[in-house]
């Protein structure tokens, strides 16, 4: 199953979304996102933890 997120899902005002096979290749995408457009939000085990909350099965 593939897994998919977008920023929308949490309440951003960004039109960005991303699928892959695996949660792991998943979050390499968020956090590459996160750190290029979204300076403002720290990655850290308690926001990384609720953006892993955020991750669909499609």
Same mark, same amino acid.
């Given at each position: 199953?593939? =897994?998919? !997120? *977008?920023?929308? +899902?949490?309440? =951003? +005002?960004? =039109?960005w *979304?991303?699928?892959?096979?695996?949660e792991?290749e %998943?979050?390499?995408? /968020?956090t590459q996102? /996160? &750190?290029?457009?979204? =300076?403002? !939000?720290e %990655?850290?085990?308690? *926001? &990384?933890?609720? !953006?892993?909350? %955020? &991750?669909? +099965? !499609?």
């Open positions: 199953m593939t =897994k998919n !997120i *977008s920023c929308s +899902d949490a309440g =951003k +005002d960004c =039109k *979304s991303a699928s892959a096979p695996t792991e %998943l979050m390499e995408k /968020v996102h /996160v &750190i290029e457009e979204h =300076k403002e !939000i %990655l850290n085990s308690e *926001s &990384i933890s609720s !953006i892993k909350s %955020l &991750i669909k +099965d !499609i």
